[in-house]
């Protein structure tokens, strides 16, 4: 890979790059990262580096090997059973916050985002770009919710959401991407008409179902055992 150019937070943008490396596949499940290889990347001593791999490591995004480096961990079905328990309760309280204060200009960008994915879907678009246009949805609701601590949570379920996501994103992706269009719908719709019980209910929902999606792949071996 080229060497990436450092912010004067060395360690954080070290942290970031790698963690997206990560959710992007460029170093998935299995992957030996040595300390060395990120010092040359990134033209930084180890001190950074290590303090980067720490902090994924208590993200969970690697394990470490002292005074090696790390390997990225492969993702389970219950590491996706995890994430996806606390998404279902968090996002929830997110959607019930939104539906309290919502202005005009968020429901609109909302319902804009809930058709883009219907056209993606009509037209036949690769799953991934769906799957893309379903975290827009659900950054909306996370970053317009208006509690600070609850997106600090959010954002790191989020990442590791991206993740499982981007690997999965194939053709037995498709139905449950149409139906996780048709939550978004109801969610809006409980969003509009400022009902923050139906909200936190239909968003909960939402991820369950989706949760019952990788667990029903992961059992009929659709699901990537290698992620």
Not at 2 to 29: A, C, E, L
Not at 41 to 65: C, G, H, K, N, Y
Not at 71 to 78: D, F, K, L, S, W
Request: with cysteine.
């Amino acid at each position: 890979m080229s060497k990436k150019s450092v912010s004067p937070n060395k360690s954080n943008q070290i942290y970031r790059t790698v963690r997206d490396d990560i959710i992007h596949g460029i170093y998935p499940g299995g992957t030996f990262i040595t300390e060395a290889a990120l010092c040359e990347q990134f033209t930084v001593s180890r001190t950074p580096i290590r303090e980067a791999l720490i902090r994924l490591a208590q993200d969970r995004f690697v394990e470490l090997i002292p005074n090696k480096g790390a390997i990225v961990p492969y993702v389970t079905i219950n590491d996706i059973v995890e994430v996806y328990q606390l998404r279902m309760v968090n996002d929830g309280l997110a959607a019930a916050l939104v539906a309290g204060t919502c202005t005009d200009a968020l429901l609109q960008k909302l319902e804009a985002s809930v058709l883009r994915e219907e056209a993606l879907l009509e037209a036949g678009e690769e799953p991934l770009s769906i799957s893309k246009e379903d975290f827009v949805f659900h950054d909306l609701i996370l970053y317009n919710c208006g509690n600070r601590r609850l997106v600090e949570i959010l954002e790191l379920i989020n990442n590791q959401m991206h993740r499982f996501a981007r690997a999965a994103s194939d053709t037995h992706a498709l139905e449950h991407l149409a139906r996780s269009v048709d939550y978004h719908r109801r969610v809006l719709e409980a969003i509009r008409a400022r009902d923050a019980d139906a909200a936190r209910a239909s968003l909960s929902e939402h991820w369950q179902v989706m949760l019952n999606g990788y667990i029903s792949r992961s059992l009929t071996g659709t699901l990537p055992t290698q992620i």
